[in-house]
């Protein structure tokens, strides 16, 4: 923490250096989230279909990413 940022300004760097969320990124990334979600599906079950992956883990990873202002992809609320 520099002079200048307060405590507050600088508490989600704690948050954002864990190791679960470049993780849950590279996931998004990697089963190709963003086009799945471009292409309307807003469905955690579909989503998870058409991504050939585990729905309550997919579930897992839009509740951990969702947390951070990260990607307003990563944003749309699926609960």
């Not at 948050?15 to 679960?20: I, M, N, R, V, Y």
């Not at 883990?57 to 947390?67: D, I, T, Y």
């Amino acid at each position: 923490m520099t002079g200048d940022q307060t405590p507050v300004a600088s508490a989600n760097l704690s948050e954002l250096s864990d190791l679960c969320t470049p993780w849950c990124i590279h996931v998004v990334a990697t089963l190709r989230i963003a086009d799945h979600i471009e292409a309307s599906t807003t469905n955690i079950k579909t989503l998870a279909e058409k991504a050939e992956c585990n729905d309550e883990s997919e579930e897992f990873l839009f509740h951990h990413c969702s947390k951070f202002d990260t990607h307003p992809i990563l944003a749309i609320s699926f609960f």
